[in-house]
């Protein structure tokens, strides 16, 4: 079956543009997962859903950014007035279970901010 | 803080030489260790977790909570294991929540 799939896979935004990227789980997946990955580092955990609740968004590195996933399944990270620091491959993955279990990632969405 | 440590951005090794990719970690509870591997133009993928202990493609990791460590091993390097390998943490019963190492690149030489 598809894998965790993510849109777009790239996306140029000039300083203060919003953009929404939009990741689709695996169906039948309990959790979700959002990351943000600098250059040169490892992902960051910026939020954790299970099914359609929003348990952990300890991650999030300000208000500029939101996430949802209202019914349980596709998820959209949304960034308002992007800045440069933004700059980062944004990855999504899922698993199964509510509890600790296999992440299957998507390939990510590279975001550049001008 | 909770924290996983990767001192090597870079390991480079000769086809058929022992491999360790070092890991230690700072977790104020109980620890899930895994490592995940991103192969050149792949996605990140699950290579192993130390709670089910088993050994895939030749990898093996232990967790050692006296050292704080779960460095991954392989005694005989192949060209096909180079790639980039990043360790991660998770509570066993806090679980919402991943950390990630910054990665280490394993570039095997023929």
């Known amino acids: 079956g598809a894998g965790v799939s993510q849109s777009p896979r790239y996306k140029v935004a000039k300083r203060g543009q919003d953009v929404a990227l939009r990741c689709d789980p695996i169906?039948?997946?309990?959790?979700l997962f959002w990351y943000q990955q600098a250059l040169g580092q490892g992902p960051e955990f910026l939020t954790y859903f299970q099914n359609e609740a929003q348990l952990d968004k300890s991650g999030l590195p300000s208000d500029r950014f939101f996430a949802e996933r209202p019914e349980g399944s596709v998820s959209t990270l949304k960034i308002q007035r992007t800045q440069q620091e933004d700059s980062a491959v944004y990855l999504c993955?899922?698993?199964?279970?509510?509890?600790?279990?296999?992440?299957?990632f998507g390939p990510g969405t590279r975001l550049t901010v001008l | 803080a909770q924290r996983v440590t990767q001192p090597e951005k870079l390991l480079s090794v000769f086809k058929g030489a022992p491999v360790e990719l070092k890991c230690n970690y700072s977790?104020?509870?109980?620890?899930?260790l895994f490592w995940y591997v991103q192969y050149s133009r792949q996605r990140l993928q699950l290579l192993l977790r130390?709670?089910s202990r088993e050994s895939i493609k030749g990898f093996t990791a232990d967790l050692n909570k006296g050292e704080t460590s779960f460095h991954l091993k392989k005694p005989f390097a192949q060209e096909e294991d180079s790639a980039m390998y990043y360790c991660a943490l998770t509570g066993q019963y806090n679980f919402n929540k991943f950390y990630f190492g910054s990665g280490t690149k394993l570039n095997v030489k023929p």
């Open positions: 993955a899922s698993s199964l279970l509510a509890r600790t279990d296999t992440q299957y």
């Open positions: 977790y104020s509870g109980s620890p899930e």
């Open positions: 130390h709670i």
């Open positions: 169906s039948g997946h309990v959790s």
